[in-house]
Each structure stands twice: as structure tokens, then as C-alpha cells.
């Protein structure tokens, strides 16, 4: 797996630790948490959607956190004494300022590091591959000996696909993904729509994306409700990538709607005069959460054709992770 290349285990390794949700994940997706041994931020890894899934739980305040406020010291690491790493060590040099020696080090002493950032794809220093979230997950479950896990929740993953896709509507919405900014918020941070993890459910559902074409720039920008007003989105949707942010709770979406249609510009907007102004869900997602957020964004995007409907079966997914027939 890039940026690493191959591993050679004796046998499949036991300690692992992750970085945030989207490894994580893949770790409670193949019932390895007894195994876990530590978290790099746990912010950024959503539990809540284990509650739905029976027999299938994990507190992460149980795990040490890897990071320290903005810093990842290699004594976490040694602490956490796992026999590999799910994280991308070329992401630590550019995001934690460790070195080429840092990396080595804790390979020789700890164990190996086996990631790759696949969350977004617009750091320039990520010139090699990328692998989409289910060959990332491949990857995990072949390097721990559970592919028959990940072949179970793929065939879900690919049920899933089909129900929505089959259902979607000839013509597809027009969707603004949105970052609040502060309680209440007052600016965004405006999202492109991509093929890279983070933006996952948004391809599923095949929604356009209302800032194509539209000359905001791509990242490290910021829109007020002018600008909202002027792109005049059908849907709106806030994300998040804290796992403990407000924006997560159902209140939200009453909450932002009432926000913004007590502002003279945003109220003109097409999506909130319609009440088309949804939460959406954390952009670290694993392969469990993202089940839940591809049903969410159809539900969110075409609420005529899917509200209210539940379009993957909890149970079978629960019994696919715990390997109960």
C-alpha cells in the first residue's frame, strides 16, 4: 500500500493504532477493538453511529490519544507500543513536521506504519496514489486476516449502492456543502464535491455540485451569505470533521434553517426557503459509517423519494462485523 509499499508478517499483527475515523473504522468494521491501543485524535472519529449497530460498541475516551493539542510526539507512540501503525507516515512529515529519521525510528523500535491519507485530495504533497475508502479497507482487512469481513460489508456496501441508484431521480439536485464557522455561524467554508473519501455519500446519490464552474476558489476561501445568495444552491448541507461537533445533532438542522432565515439575504436562498438545509455527517468517515451517510445524504438530497426509509439492514451489518452468521 502507497506511500509504504509491502509488509511481511509472520503472523497478522495484534496492537495496531489509527489516527482518526476513517482507519479507525476499518478497525471496529473487523471487530479488532480489543486490539486498539491507542487513537491519534479521537475529535475526529464518530462513534455514535455504532449505536444502531447490535453488539457492535467502542468508547473511545477508553483509548490514549496519540496527539497533543498540534503535536504528535513519537513518545505516544512508544507508549501506545503497537505492532503497526494505520497511518500515512508521509502525512505525518507534512502535518506534525516529523522527519524521514522520526518515521524510521519508530518503524525499527514500535512497528511498521500501513496508511494512506485518502481523505481529501487537494494537499500537493500527496503525489502518489490514492485508493478509494473500500481499497483502502481491502488493504486492512487482507494486513489482519479478516478479508471474509470486508467481503461481507463490501456485498452490503454494494446492495446499498444499487437501492439508492436505482431509485435516483432523472434530474439531479444541486447540492452546496458547507463548513460553519463559529455558533451561531456567520461564514463558511465552501466544499467541492470530489471523488476522495471525505465526499463519499456525495457520489453515490450523483447530486451536481453547485460550485463547479462557479470561480470560488478550491480551498482556504471563505463565503458569506452574499456569496451563498448568489450560487442559490437547491440544497445545502454542513459538515463537520469533528466527531463531538454540533453539527452531528438532529437539532441542528432546525437550528441553522431558524439562523438563517432570521438573515435578510439568506432567507431569498432557494434552499432555505424550501427548508432544504440539512446536517451532514463527518468527512473522516470508515466504511460502518459511511453505510449510514450514503443513506443520510439520499435521504437529505431527495427527501421525496427516500425520507423516512431505512435502506441497509443494521442487523446484517452488526453480524458481518462480529462474524455471527
Known amino acids: 500500500m502507497d506511500p509504504v509499499g509491502c509488509l511481511s508478517f509472520d503472523t497478522p499483527p495484534e496492537r495496531w493504532v489509527a489516527n482518526a475515523g476513517i482507519y479507525c473504522d476499518m478497525g471496529v468494521a473487523l471487530d479488532l477493538t480489543d486490539r486498539l491501543t491507542g487513537i491519534g485524535s479521537p475529535r475526529r472519529f464518530y462513534t455514535g453511529y455504532y449505536d444502531q449497530l447490535p453488539g457492535v460498541t467502542l468508547n473511545k475516551d477508553d483509548y490514549p490519544a496519540l496527539a497533543r493539542g498540534t503535536r504528535m510526539p513519537k513518545e505516544s507512540f512508544y507508549a501506545a507500543d503497537a505492532d503497526v501503525h494505520l497511518i500515512d507516515p508521509v502525512w505525518l512529515i507534512n502535518t506534525f513536521s516529523w522527519t524521514r529519521a522520526d518515521v524510521r525510528e519508530i518503524t525499527e523500535n514500535v512497528g511498521p506504519f500501513f496508511g494512506n491519507y485518502i481523505r481529501e485530495r487537494h494537499d500537493a504533497w500527496h503525489d502518489y496514489r490514492y485508493y478509494g475508502l473500500w481499497e483502502a479497507f481491502a488493504k486492512v482487512a487482507a494486513l489482519f ?139 473522516y468517515q470508515g466504511p460502518l459509517a459511511s453505510l449510514f451517510q450514503v443513506e443520510h445524504a439520499a435521504q437529505a438530497t431527495y427527501p421525496d423519494e427516500f425520507a423516512g426509509d431505512r435502506l441497509f439492514d443494521r442487523d446484517r451489518v452488526a453480524s458481518a462485523v462480529t462474524g455471527e452468521n
Open 145 to 283: 486476516g479478516r478479508e471474509s469481513r470486508y467481503e461481507k460489508l463490501d456485498a452490503i456496501r454494494r446492495d446499498l449502492t444499487e437501492a439508492v441508484r436505482s431509485r435516483l431521480p432523472d434530474e439531479r439536485r444541486e447540492v452546496l456543502l458547507l463548513r460553519p464557522l463559529g455558533i451561531p455561524p456567520r461564514a463558511y467554508f465552501p466544499q467541492y464535491l470530489d471523488d476522495s473519501v471525505s465526499d463519499y455519500q456525495w457520489g453515490v446519490v450523483e447530486v451536481r455540485d453547485v460550485l463547479e464552474g462557479s470561480g470560488v476558489p478550491r480551498w482556504g476561501t471563505r463565503i458569506d451569505y452574499e456569496g451563498i445568495a448568489e450560487l442559490d444552491p437547491e440544497v445545502i448541507v454542513m459538515e463537520t470533521q469533528f466527531a463531538d461537533d454540533f453539527v452531528l445533532e438532529d437539532s441542528f438542522r432546525e437550528y441553522i434553517l431558524g439562523v438563517m432565515r432570521d438573515d435578510p439575504v439568506a432567507r431569498e436562498v432557494t434552499a432555505v426557503e424550501n427548508g432544504d438545509v440539512y446536517a451532514g455527517g463527518i468527512n
